[in-house]
């Protein structure tokens, strides 16, 4: 079975820094593109960032360009986001996400994620 388990999120004040991570296990990792997305209360999905494969392309959703760093290591199977000079609307739970086909390269509504991990900034 596909299992993805995100972890990092804390309690953070403006300006801060984390890091979150996903370990994934059940599939063939790198061949998927991976996508982290979030959803703040009472607000439906955001798609924040996804990966390539192979790692070598990267797309980032405006409000946190600049800011947001994903990465993936694909001997290791993990899916990492590193997010600096977080807001109080970065609050929200963050989720990796895989797409339905190895062929999808981006997030979609089917995509398959984990259980989340809350990154509150206050």
């Known amino acids: 079975d596909v299992q993805l388990v995100e972890s990092g999120g804390d309690l953070v004040q403006p300006g801060g820094s984390l890091r979150l991570s996903c370990a994934t296990s059940?599939?063939?990792?790198?061949?998927?593109?991976m996508s982290w997305v979030r959803q703040a209360p009472g607000k439906d999905i955001e798609w924040i960032s996804t990966?390539?494969?192979?790692?070598?392309?990267?797309g980032y959703a405006r409000s946190v360009k600049g800011r947001f760093t994903i990465s993936r290591d694909n001997a290791k199977m993990t899916l990492s986001l590193q997010l600096n000079s977080l807001k109080t609307e970065d609050t929200a739970i963050y989720y990796c996400?895989?797409?339905?086909?190895?062929?999808?390269?981006?997030?979609?509504?089917?995509?398959?994620r984990g259980r989340g991990t809350q990154v509150t900034v206050s």
């Open positions: 059940g599939f063939t990792f790198s061949d998927y593109a």
């Open positions: 996400a895989k797409p339905p086909s190895r062929f999808t390269e981006g997030y979609v509504p089917a995509s398959v």
């Open positions: 990966i390539s494969k192979d790692a070598r392309s990267t």
